[in-house]
């Protein structure tokens, strides 16, 4: 049995980016409907990362973004959370709200509560790629959102899953209407059992 990402093969991250590649066309798919609008996706780079690294690629610790985390539970137990710029968030929430960009550094309560709709479309995309794939019960939670700073935001599944010091997923995508285009990024916490859960319902073991 394996204690962390590191310890995983090339095999069992071919796997993971699979899901990761899947939930991203599923999500494509949901925020077509969500906006009415056709929604294309460029081709999602799904990564198993240092944490660290993570955190350099989306702009650093001190950069500020808007943030939509859905715990989920069951027979898979974890976090995703999806994170977007300040300015790609009032983007697409103003598609959902139907407002202009005002000019203001926050989001309006129309557009907040369109954040949290996004969430919950994006979390049932990506997590119901794991469950069709591996047949396994997940819940979700209600989407909490948050305006912060990117270290801010991560230290809240930091403490309950220690990635700091491990790897996790992470997929980095860029959404296509005919007007606008928006770029995302989604981080996937669990934990090792987990992990080794679904690789058991695939097939493959840990």
Same mark, same amino acid.
């Given at each position: 049995?394996?204690?962390?990402?590191?310890? #995983? =093969? *090339?095999?069992?991250?071919?796997v993971? /980016? !699979?899901? %990761? +590649? $899947?939930?991203?066309?599923?999500?494509?798919? &949901?925020?077509?409907?969500?906006l009415?609008?056709?929604?294309s996706?460029?081709?999602?780079?799904?990564?198993?990362?240092?944490?660290?690294?993570?955190?350099?690629?989306?702009?650093?610790?001190?950069?500020?973004?808007?943030?939509?985390?859905?715990?989920?539970?069951?027979?898979?137990?974890?976090?995703?959370?999806?994170?977007?710029?300040?300015?790609?968030?009032?983007?697409?929430?103003?598609?959902?709200?139907?407002?202009?960009?005002?000019?203001?550094?926050? #989001? =309006? *309560?129309?557009?907040?509560?369109?954040? /949290? !709709?996004? %969430? +919950? $479309?994006?979390?049932?995309?990506?997590?119901? &790629?794991?469950?069709?794939?591996?047949?396994?019960?997940?819940?979700?939670?209600?989407?909490?959102?948050?305006?912060?700073?990117?270290?801010?935001?991560?230290?809240?599944?930091?403490?309950?899953?220690?990635?700091a010091?491990?790897?996790?997923?992470?997929?980095?995508?860029?959404?296509?209407?005919?007007?606008?285009?928006?770029?995302?990024?989604?981080?996937?916490?669990?934990?090792?059992?987990?992990?080794?859960?679904?690789?058991?319902?695939?097939?493959?073991?840990?």
């Amino acid at each position: 049995m394996i204690t962390s990402y590191t310890e #995983l =093969s *090339d095999e069992y991250i071919d796997v993971l /980016k !699979e899901i %990761g +590649n $899947i939930g991203a066309g599923n999500a494509a798919t &949901s925020l077509g409907v969500l906006l009415d609008e056709d929604v294309s996706i460029s081709v999602p780079s799904v990564r198993i990362e240092d944490f660290n690294d993570v955190v350099n690629a989306i702009g650093g610790s001190e950069e500020m973004c808007v943030a939509v985390l859905v715990n989920f539970s069951g027979e898979a137990r974890g976090v995703v959370l999806f994170i977007l710029s300040i300015k790609d968030a009032k983007g697409i929430t103003g598609i959902l709200a139907s407002e202009e960009d005002d000019g203001s550094p926050g #989001l =309006s *309560d129309m557009k907040l509560s369109g954040i /949290k !709709e996004l %969430g +919950n $479309i994006l979390g049932s995309s990506y997590l119901g &790629s794991i469950a069709t794939l591996t047949g396994m019960k997940v819940n979700l939670s209600i989407p909490h959102v948050a305006i912060d700073m990117i270290g801010a935001i991560l230290a809240v599944p930091v403490s309950e899953y220690g990635a700091a010091d491990s790897k996790v997923m992470f997929i980095d995508e860029s959404f296509s209407t005919k007007e606008r285009r928006f770029h995302s990024h989604v981080i996937m916490f669990t934990d090792i059992e987990t992990l080794g859960n679904i690789m058991d319902r695939l097939g493959l073991s840990i």
